[in-house]
């Protein structure tokens, strides 16, 4: 599996975690998070492998030990893919690398 497809594939497994977690009463936050996870798996999955935001991600230790293809966030990283529920797909991947380097994380608050 190669960088793209293992990331794609991750943002599709938390997209599924969120929306076996759609309740009545979240005010639609968990289904937004899994569209808004959905959106930035198909848009990675248009993304050359030597595309800027992949080389960044790579770069800052998201696809495991020794360069494995496998995505494996950090906890900051992780966070950010797991309350992602607006935006575009760009600025999640954008968001990744940066909380990885511990920069402010986006505001992503859930709206009144």
């Known amino acids: 599996m190669g960088t793209i497809d293992s990331l794609a594939g991750h943002l599709r ?7 076996d977690r759609v309740q009545s009463g979240d005010g639609e936050f968990n289904a ?3 569209v808004a996870l959905l959106d930035a798996a198909c848009f990675a ?3 050359p492998g030597d595309d800027p935001l992949v080389a960044a991600l790579v770069a800052a ?13 950090d906890r900051a990283a992780a966070t950010i893919i797991d ?3 607006r935006g575009e797909p760009r600025e999640l ?3 990744i690398p940066a909380a990885s380097a511990g920069a402010p994380e986006p505001d ?3 709206p009144d």
Request: net charge positive; glycine share 8%; hydrophobic share 35%.
């Open 13 to 19: 497994a938390r997209a599924r975690w969120r929306l």
């Open 45 to 47: 999955e248009t993304l």
């Open 83 to 85: 309350f992602w529920h």
């Open 108 to 110: 992503q608050s859930v």
């Open 61 to 73: 230790g998201c696809f495991g030990p020794e360069g494995r293809d496998d995505f494996t966030p």
């Open 93 to 95: 991947l954008t968001a």
């Open 32 to 34: 937004r998070c899994a």
